[in-house]
Nanobody
Framework: QVQLVESGGGLVQAGGSLRLSCVAS????????MGWYRQAPGKQRELVAL???????NYADSVKGRFTISRGSARNTVYLQMNSLKPEDTAVYYC????????????????WGQGTQVTVSS
């Protein structure tokens, strides 16, 4: 069982930046992949970015060039740096951990954090 705790959400104006953090209960290097999902009101949860245990990254087209997923120097932390934020980025952002290779295939892993709210005002 992997426990995940997100932080860093908040209210920001369009064009601003936020950095989300996800702290895992174990080393993320022992996990196949980590991802960030988001869910806006009335919409399905969508994958925003993922990073594999080998360090490869992938992004949704809507955030490419604006968001960066990375691992911290502490071996149990993943970040999502969000720049040039837009009102359409408003959502609850969730950290996801995958042990089974699902994230690389476009499916969510088994473990979720509680979510952190990001609100971008126009």
């Amino acid at each position: 069982q992997v426990q995940l705790v997100e932080s860093g959400g908040g209210l920001v104006q369009a064009g601003g930046s936020l950095r989300l953090s996800c702290v895992a209960s174990e080393s993320i290097f022992s996990i196949n992949a980590m991802g960030w999902y988001r869910q806006a009101p009335g919409k399905q949860r969508e994958l925003v970015a993922l990073i594999t245990s080998g360090g490869s990254t992938n992004y949704a087209d809507s955030v490419k060039g604006r968001f960066t997923i990375s691992r911290g120097s502490a071996r149990n932390t993943v970040y999502l740096q969000m720049n040039s934020l837009k009102p359409e980025d408003t959502a609850v952002y969730y950290c996801n951990a995958d042990r089974r290779g699902l994230l690389r295939l476009g499916y969510a892993g088994d473990y979720w954090g509680q979510g952190t709210q990001v609100t971008v005002s126009s």
